[in-house]
């Protein structure tokens, strides 16, 4: 949890001084600082209303920076990606392996290290399998290798890569909904939306400018995640034909 600001606490010592001249022997009402001055609203809402302002707001621009983990199938990927309509393009870690996703359109590149192309290289084919499979890693690595829209990579990353997509499934807390506070996401005032009192994962939505979903921490441990730079732009383009490798119709197995 990051501090609060000082401009804060001053307004917060300023009001409580206030209230200390105007005490005088009775108990005052209404001088407690209001958590909601200030901001956009969002926070005097209920928490069904605050969550489809938070949604509105990521469907209303069309660049988000999204990173943290998610647990899906067993395996926890690390995700820090740039997303746009278009595409899309960042980093994923899973198993001490990471691999470069980039998608424009819907072409989709990966790009890894010979380690990465050559797991399990050699099992079950022999040594002479095992060198093929080998040389076959070293011409793939830390090249953008296009993956086949038929092949079965394609749709389990191609997902990391879809704004809409990842966003409309992420953004959806599913129970009894209600907020937990007020709170402060990297540098921002926050309401917390809770499922389930929690049980169901939690939402922070900015109670500055755009009420921005900011933190999502998934229901069931499946992993925590920050949104920032919303609507700031970021080039997306084809890596130079040098940089490019077209596999074929099917990626090699790993």
């Known amino acids: 949890m990051i501090p609060i600001s000082q401009g ?8 409580g001084a206030v209230c200390a001249l105007l005490v005088t022997g009775t108990v005052l009402t209404g001088c407690s600082e209001d958590p909601n001055e200030g901001t956009n609203g969002v926070g005097r809402l209920p928490a069904d209303q605050i969550q489809s ?5 990521a469907k209303s621009v069309g660049t988000v920076r999204l990173h943290g983990t998610v647990v899906t199938s067993g395996r926890t990927y690390t995700l820090d990606m740039r997303l746009k309509e278009k595409g899309g393009i960042g980093s994923v870690s899973t198993e001490g392996e990471t691999f470069r996703l980039l998608r424009i359109d819907d072409e989709l590149y990966l790009k890894a290290g010979a380690e990465f192309w050559g797991q399990g290289a050699g099992e079950g084919k022999g040594e002479d399998g095992g060198k093929a499979d080998a040389a076959a ?38 129970g009894e909904l209600a907020t937990d506070g007020h709170h402060e996401q990297s540098g921002l005032r926050t309401i917390r939306v ?25 229901a069931g441990e499946a992993g925590t995640l920050t949104f920032s730079d919303w609507g700031t732009d970021f080039p997306l383009k084809k890596p130079a034909k040098g940089d490019t490798l077209d596999y074929g119709k099917q990626l090699p197995t790993s």
């Open 194 to 218: 809770t499922s389930d009192k929690g049980s169901g994962g939690t939402l922070d939505v900015s109670l500055e400018g755009k009420p921005y979903p900011v933190r999502l921490v998934r």
């Open 137 to 174: 890693a070293g011409k793939l690595a830390e090249k953008y290798v296009k993956v086949p829209q038929g092949d079965s990579s394609y749709k389990k990353f191609i997902g990391f890569t879809d704004k809409s997509v990842l966003l409309s499934g992420l953004l959806t807390l599913h």
């Open 53 to 57: 302002r938070a949604q509105q707001a």
């Open 8 to 15: 804060r606490s001053r307004r917060a010592v300023l009001a």
